[in-house]
């Protein structure tokens, strides 16, 4: 059976690890990962706009030696009435792997249920585990360890909070979620991370001051007020949040060595000051750059099922 990326569970505490190990490798080679899946044809389906994922999957690919096929959704069946399952079969007789973004983790989850090749979810409105590896990976080259590490996440409780509140969960290091009454990540997602958190250390925590949630971490992490399918909530929005935007003194409350994390896309003024995201604890290009190598890895281990990456050399 495939295995697939759905959200960060599916790859849990080794699947982490191994990315991790196998992206530090790739990245000491400056990217190179000697085509190791040559012939391989990987197709990319965005059903929402992307700078980031969409190019460095591309890279990604082509790094390992296949070819990246953007399946535009208006030029698909998919949207003229062919069913999820169908497509998945079909894509499956001609695909190494499938990546896709889209609105509905069910449509994610649809799709891996009749698919034989690996899916890998590069945003849906409930989880953003791509980005979760990379996020990771930036705490893990900063610290050297995610042992002990507090990290903030001041915002909105959506895809990437709970993407990152698995990854707490799985790497065992705490995250203090700081959100507005009412947009407070998912309840489950939550109770799972914690009952996680109690095997392999860490915490999540949840609440409505951002200065106790920043208070001595290590890293202060932000995302957009209104995510993409939420233009229309966007003016509430600011209003909600307008407490939670991480500038120079709310940088000031966390631990001197603390940096800064944002997932990108920015809206600069709304929930980080220039100052901040310009600034010398800012870490938001290398988390930009290391999507890349997590995703070869990524690419590289559920395509081949090598999780080591022996193979590679
Ligand atoms: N962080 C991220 O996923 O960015 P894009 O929306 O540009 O892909
Ligand atoms: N929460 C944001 C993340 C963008 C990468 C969104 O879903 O739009």
């Known amino acids: 059976m495939a295995r697939h990326l759905l959200t960060l569970d599916s790859l849990g505490r080794d699947g982490i690890r191994h990315n991790l190990d196998l992206a530090a490798r790739i990245k000491t080679r400056g990217g190179d990962t000697r085509d190791a899946l040559a012939g391989g044809r990987v197709g990319l ?19 390992l030696g296949m070819l990246p096929i953007a399946l535009r959704p208006d030029e698909l069946q998919l949207g003229r009435g062919e069913t999820i399952a169908d497509t998945a079969r079909v894509l499956s007789r001609y695909l190494s792997a ?15 249920r009749h698919a034989t090749i690996p899916i ?3 945003l849906t409105d409930e989880h953003h585990p791509c980005q979760a590896l990379a ?39 705490t995250l203090a979620v700081s959100t507005p009454a009412g947009y407070e990540p998912d309840a489950a997602i939550v109770a799972a991370a914690q009952a996680n958190c109690r095997v392999n250390g860490g915490a ?32 509430e929005r600011a209003r909600t949040f307008a ?46 750059e290391n999507r890349w190598y997590t995703e070869q890895a990524l690419l590289y281990m559920l395509i081949t099922g090598d999780e080591t990456g022996e193979s590679l050399g």
């Not at 409350?253 to 940096?259: E, F, G, Y």
């Open 243 to 288: 407490g939670y935007c991480v500038n120079a003194d709310l940088m000031a409350l966390a631990a001197p060595r603390a940096i800064f994390l944002h997932c990108l896309p920015a809206h600069r003024g709304d929930e980080v000051t220039d100052d901040v995201m310009d600034g010398p604890q800012s870490r938001v290009w290398d988390e930009a």
């Open 98 to 112: 499938l990546v896709i973004r889209t609105f509905e983790q069910a449509r994610v989850e649809e799709l891996a």
């Open 204 to 235: 999540i925590e949840l609440g409505h001051d951002v200065r106790v949630a920043v208070r001595g971490a290590d890293a202060i992490y932000t995302d957009v007020w209104a995510s993409m399918g939420q233009e229309k909530e966007r003016e």
């Open 135 to 173: 996020d990771v990976m930036t705490l893990q080259e900063e610290f050297g360890s995610l042992d002990g590490l507090r990290v903030a996440f001041i915002g909105d409780g959506n895809n990437v909070s709970h993407s990152l509140i698995q990854a707490a969960g799985h790497m065992g290091f």
């Open 120 to 122: 890998v979810n590069a």
């Open 45 to 63: 389906i965005f059903d929402k706009p992307s700078t980031r994922t969409r190019v460095s999957f591309e890279a990604a690919i082509w790094g």
